[in-house]
């Protein structure tokens, strides 16, 4: 049932991201109405209407030199592609309201105009409008709230993955980061097979690539769990070899991502990218785009479905025994590496998921992103209280915003350094993290 909801929930937010205009495509139509009139034309944007599945409309008003008053024109551009098709920004043709343009003079706006087009002309009436004030203080820190969502879900899921494990075991597995990275590059490697096969739907394309990316997750995190951790678990009761076996695994599949993806980085065309306004103060207008909107919801879904497996499934009830006392669980019927393989799988998963937001949202990906994805994340574990699933959300979402709004208020090159020493300052004052015990040892899974 949980799986069922999770999967309605996808197709309802792709579905709802379907109908989002692109947004170079905006952009190119827009560039191209300057072109359209003498130099000193006054020329105000009105509003851009999508026309059709490679079609954007601008609607507009202008005034030419000379002319007592202005009316409203529209021009009409069309491409080569939608979605994530590599023709997507490849301009066909362009209608005006005094009729299309020839194939000439279309030629020539390609070749001679877009390489230098002047930026978008003034806005005029727009829904931006029509949303509510803010002052400017609060509209710059609504901003960066927005902007920074999006690596609290990363971080959070992250931070899922290794209290999942922590909190069943007492061991942590330092190669999650790894694995995110390779679900990114799955989830590229499945956009650029999708577009080869001719399918161009973003929602389609996007939709395959999680499955990709979450199954890659999983797979891994279940081979390391099953060579790597299970062996070392049952044989040592100490948790040092697995956490320089682990770091060895987190190194072993860097150099493996280096050497079949190459040092370089993979890029991702944006989608869903097209700003919708929310509020303004005066000029600065405080926007939000749909796959941040996408990003946010999978986060929220993401953490109802975890808590609410570990609540009220089976599974949840094994883990939950298996993590208070192994051995009693093991008389009660649970099945030692049965529940130790699904956990790993579910940590896959969720840093999986990880990965495709990172591709799909960010859209590069290095092969030694991993590390820093993986840190960070670990402090976000451990601020929250690592073995606590609602403290490694809580944490993922501390962290994030910290990124965030030490990004926007102070030097932005010191952020690291202030993420890495809140580690230091969580184990001396609360060891046990924000969910945990405050006393001086961490608290016993």
Known sequence: MTLRIGTILLVLVLSA??????????????????????????????????????????????REPGAATGRNRFVTCTFGGAGLSPRRNDLTAVVTDDGPLGIARLFFLKRNWLPIAPGRFDAGPSAAEAVVSLPAASAYAAQQLIAGLTGCVIYALLATAYSLIYGLIGRINLAFGEMAVIGAYGAIATVGVALAGGLERPETVLGLALLVATGAGALWSTVVGRLVVAPLHGHRRHGQSILVATIAVAITLQ??????????????????????????AGSFVVTVTPMQVTVIIMGLCAAILVLGLL??????????????????????GVNPARILAMTFALAGLLAGLAGWIVAAYYGNVSFAMGLTLGLKA????????????????????????????WSAYFDIAQ???VV?????VVFILRPGGLLGLAGPRPREI
């Open 420 to 424: 890495f020493s809140l580690l230091v």
């Open 415 to 417: 952020r690291d350094i």
């Open 378 to 405: 670990l402090v976000a574990a451990v601020v929250g209280g690592i073995g606590s699933v609602p403290g490694a959300f809580l944490g993922g979402v501390l962290i994030g915003l910290i990124e965030a709004f």
């Open 255 to 280: 150099e493996m991502l280096r050497l079949l993806q190459g040092p370089g980085e993979r890029w991702l065309s944006p989608v869903y990218n097209q700003p919708v306004a929310v509020a303004r």
């Open 311 to 332: 609540a009220r499934t089976r599974f949840g009830r094994s883990w939950r025994a298996f993590a208070d006392d192994p051995h009693t669980a093991a008389l009660f």
């Open 17 to 62: 991201c379907s109908a989002a205009p692109d947004s170079e495509q905006i952009r190119l139509c827009r560039v191209i109405v300057p072109a359209l009139h003498p130099d000193t034309t006054h020329i105000r944007d009105i509003r851009f209407v999508p026309s059709g599945r490679a079609e954007i409309r601008i609607e507009y008003w202008a």
